[in-house]
C-alpha cells in the first residue's frame, strides 16, 4: 500500500481526503498562522513609533522635561494630545523620548548580545572539544545568575544612564545566544553543502563566512525579534524599580512608575505609556511569529 493512502473502513482513502473531511487532524503549525492584517497591523505601528521617535528626538515637538505650571495635568486635548502630567510635561513628548531609550536598549542588545553569542556559539559548535566544553561551561554559569538582581547590582554601584543599563542587559544576552546558536550550528554542520565544502579543503573562516553564518543567522532571526521584545521589557522594569535612567529623563518604565500617584486624577498619565509599552512588545512578537513560521 502506498503511503499517501490509508485503509478505512474497507476502502482505500488518500491522505488529502482525509485531511478533508476532518478525519484526521493536520498539524498546529498547519492551523495557526498569524493573519496578514496582524503582520501589516504590527508593522504599521513599530514603523510609525520609529519614525514619531526619531522626529522627537530630533527636536520636534515639546520639550519632554520642561514644567509648564499654566498646564498641570491637563486631559488630552489639541494642545497636547497625550495630556500633561502634575508639572505640566507634555506626556507624549516623553512617551516618545522613552521609546528612544528602549529602542537604544533594544539595539544595543541585539548588536553587541547577538553579535558576541552568536560568534561564540558558532565557534563551540564548529570547534567542539575543550573550546566547546568551555564556552559551554561559562554559557550555562551565566544562564544560572539572577540578571535583574545583579543588573539592578550593577547599576546602583555605577549609576543609572543609559549606556551601563544597555551594555549590562546586553551582557546577559550573550550566553542566550550563544546556547541556541551553537545548537543551530551543530546542525548545519552535517549539511551538505559545509560537508562538501571540508571536503574540498576550505579554511575555516570560508567555512565560517560563506557557510555557517548565512544559514544560521536567518534562522536566529525569530530569537532576536524575541530579545528586542525581553529587553525593552527588562529596562522598563528597571526604571519602574527605580534602577533605570536618572530622573527627569523619561523611560516607559519610569512614566508608568511616576502615574501611579495620579491614578484617580490624570490616569493618562500612566495608561498611556503602559499602552504604548504593550503595543510595542505585541507588535515586536507578532513579528517575531511570523518570521517563525516563515523558516519551518
Not at 19 to 28: C, M
Amino acid at each position: 500500500m502506498p503511503p499517501s493512502t490509508a485503509l478505512t473502513q474497507g476502502a482505500l482513502v488518500s491522505a488529502p481526503d482525509l485531511v478533508a473531511k476532518g478525519r484526521v487532524a493536520r498539524p498546529i503549525h498547519s492551523v495557526i498562522r498569524v493573519p496578514r492584517v496582524g503582520i501589516l497591523l504590527a508593522s504599521g505601528w513599530l514603523v510609525l513609533l520609529g519614525a514619531a521617535t526619531l522626529a522627537a528626538v530630533l527636536g520636534a515637538g515639546s520639550d519632554p522635561i520642561a514644567n509648564d505650571y499654566a498646564a498641570i495635568s491637563l486631559p488630552p486635548n489639541a494642545e497636547h494630545l497625550f495630556g500633561t502630567d502634575n508639572l505640566g510635561r507634555d506626556v507624549l513628548a516623553r512617551s516618545l523620548h522613552g521609546a528612544g531609550a528602549s529602542a537604544t536598549v533594544a539595539i544595543v542588545t541585539v548588536l553587541m548580545g547577538g553579535g558576541i553569542g552568536i560568534l561564540l556559539g558558532v565557534w563551540a559548535g564548529l570547534a567542539r572539544g575543550p573550546v566547546d566544553a568551555v564556552i559551554g561551561f561559562f554559557t550555562d554559569a551565566a544562564i544560572a545568575l539572577p540578571g535583574l538582581i545583579i543588573i539592578s547590582t550593577v547599576v546602583t554601584l555605577t549609576g543609572p544612564s543609559l549606556p551601563t543599563i544597555a551594555l549590562t542587559i546586553a551582557g546577559f544576552s550573550i550566553p542566550v545566544f550563544s546556547r541556541l546558536s551553537r545548537a543551530t550550528t551543530l546542525a548545519v554542520a552535517t549539511e551538505n553543502h559545509v560537508v562538501v565544502a571540508r571536503t574540498l579543503g576550505a579554511g575555516r573562516w570560508r567555512i565560517v563566512t560563506r557557510e555557517v553564518l548565512p544559514v544560521v543567522l536567518p534562522r536566529m532571526t525569530p530569537f532576536l525579534m524575541t530579545t528586542v521584545a525581553g529587553s525593552i521589557v527588562a529596562e522598563g522594569a528597571l526604571s519602574f524599580l527605580g534602577f533605570g535612567i536618572r530622573p527627569p529623563q523619561p523611560s516607559w518604565g519610569s512614566l508608568i512608575a511616576d502615574g501611579r500617584a495620579q491614578l484617580v486624577d490624570a490616569p493618562w498619565v500612566a495608561l498611556i505609556p503602559a499602552l504604548l509599552l504593550c503595543l510595542t512588545i505585541l507588535s515586536v512578537n507578532v513579528l517575531g511569529e511570523h518570521f517563525r513560521e516563515a523558516k519551518r
